[in-house]
């Protein structure tokens, strides 16, 4: 498999040729890693405790359908050099553009809020402290570290920050698991037509189909070739194509596997403990840790809150970039990470903003648990029109020129649209 060189550094264009695995693995394994964030540690934590094994199977289903979004909104910026946002200012009416940026950033810190929030109740469980301190120092720190730290630098912290996620995986094996019903959980779906099964199920979806992450890996894709001396757009370099959509594809079925593989070890782990016991109101992942301690032991309490701050110091990041990218893009500011915060001051406010707003969200008279699991909600309802728009992009071939998707990944992209929509729909309708 061909593999493209990896940017490295800022704006001076790029390092030797990395190894093979660390070549391939990028904005796709990030953007995997950053779906398990504490709130969606906290919404598969309620699925689990609330529903047992019996939703395992979504995690099944939705596997192909995050990789054909994904792997969709990387060849988008790849292809194009610009992101979502990018792309829609250049090709689309003004006001679709802002209602979608609108509905990113609300949705964006509403997440970041509930994310730092939980993050801080976890390190409260485990030393003790003031809840809004530890807010405001999470904050902090993961925004200074976008604004100083190098690029090269940061993107390599957070490949490393996604193996705290190993930390469910660990707690998963601490504790006695009935296998055998967990794998039927898995193969065969299980589907109560109610309003309380479909919000949990739109949560899932939206905390695992998020649109965050589709502004996220398609801005990505256009930086690390953009600060690059040996990539240019697909459309003016067709010849790169077979070794940019090979390492996409690679990236973006490793990144999703990991993610979803993570999210199962929580659903089971919370499904073989608190659901077997009775435990079934568990809303949020600090409550989801707590819980565990005199259930599964200390080992699994400590593992599980330890995760929470792990994934929240890649989720914030995360969710604060895609908010400023798409920001940034629509306006057609200078963008990127990998500029000094002097080059790019519009961008690096917005990417503050979203992160203070996120701190403020803990001060106001909001209900944390309701925060976190409908910030879940909101994100899947976002979603479907985000998941449209791009769609109509990567099938444009005024925009990808030959590189417009077809065929079944194209069939996939728009699958995983309908799914979405028809579950909100769902959702709507039985909530009345």
């Keep these: 498999m061909a593999v493209e060189r990896a940017p490295k550094g800022k704006l001076k264009g790029v390092a030797p040729s990395k190894p093979r695995l660390l070549g391939i693995l990028g904005p796709g394994l990030i953007t995997g890693a950053s ?4 709130s969606g540690i906290g919404t598969y934590s309620q699925a689990g405790a609330q529903l047992g094994f019996g939703i395992g199977w979504t995690m099944l289903l939705t596997y192909p359908l995050m990789v054909a979004i994904q792997e969709i909104c990387a060849l988008v910026g790849r292809t194009t050099g610009h992101g979502i946002a990018g792309n829609i200012c250049r090709h689309y009416p003004n006001w679709l553009l802002q209602v979608i940026v609108a509905l990113l950033f609300v949705a964006n810190t509403i997440n970041i809020g509930a994310d730092l929030g939980a993050m801080a109740d976890a390190l409260k469980l485990l030393v003790g402290g003031p809840s809004l301190g530890y807010v405001v120092l999470f904050g902090v720190v993961c925004t200074a570290a976008q604004i100083w730290l190098d690029y090269s630098r940061y993107v390599n912290l957070l490949r490393w920050t996604t193996l705290s996620l190993f930390a469910y995986v660990a707690a998963l094996f ?15 779906p299980r589907v109560k037509l109610s309003g309380d099964f479909l919000t949990t199920l739109v949560a899932i979806l939206g905390t695992t189909i998020s649109p965050y992450l589709f502004f996220w890996q398609s801005s990505q894709e256009a930086e690390d070739q953009r600060i690059s001396s040996d990539r240019k757009p697909l459309v003016r370099a067709p010849e790169q194509a077979p070794a940019a959509h090979a390492r996409i594809r690679a990236d973006t079925l490793v990144g999703m596997g990991f993610s979803n593989l993570i999210a199962l070890s929580i659903i089971v782990t919370t499904a073989a403990t608190l659901h077997a016991t009775g435990l079934t109101n568990v809303q949020t992942s600090a409550q989801a840790a707590k819980a565990l301690r005199p259930v599964a032991g200390e080992f699994a309490f400590v593992i599980f809150a330890l995760g929470i701050i792990g994934t929240g110091l890649l989720a914030v990041p995360v969710l604060a970039g895609s908010a400023a990218y798409a920001i940034g893009e629509g306006r057609r500011w200078p963008v990127g990470l990998a500029r000094q915060p002097k080059q790019a001051r519009a961008f690096y406010a917005a990417l503050a903003a979203a992160t203070i707003v996120g701190v403020l969200i803990n001060v106001m008279p ?10 879940a909600v909101i994100n899947g309802i976002v979603a479907v029109p985000v998941m449209a728009a791009a769609m109509h992009i990567s099938g444009h071939p005024r925009i990808m020129g030959r ?18 929509g028809l579950c909100v729909a769902g959702m709507a309708f039985t909530s009345l």
């Design 174 to 188: 601490s504790i006695q698991v009935p296998w055998g019903d967990v794998l039927r959980g898995i193969l065969v």
């Design 35 to 38: 779906d398990d964030d504490p």
């Design 366 to 375: 909001i209900d944390p648990i309701k925060a976190l699991y409908w910030s």
């Design 403 to 420: 590189f417009a998707v077809k065929g079944w990944l194209r069939a996939l992209g728009w699958a995983a649209t309908a799914m979405m």
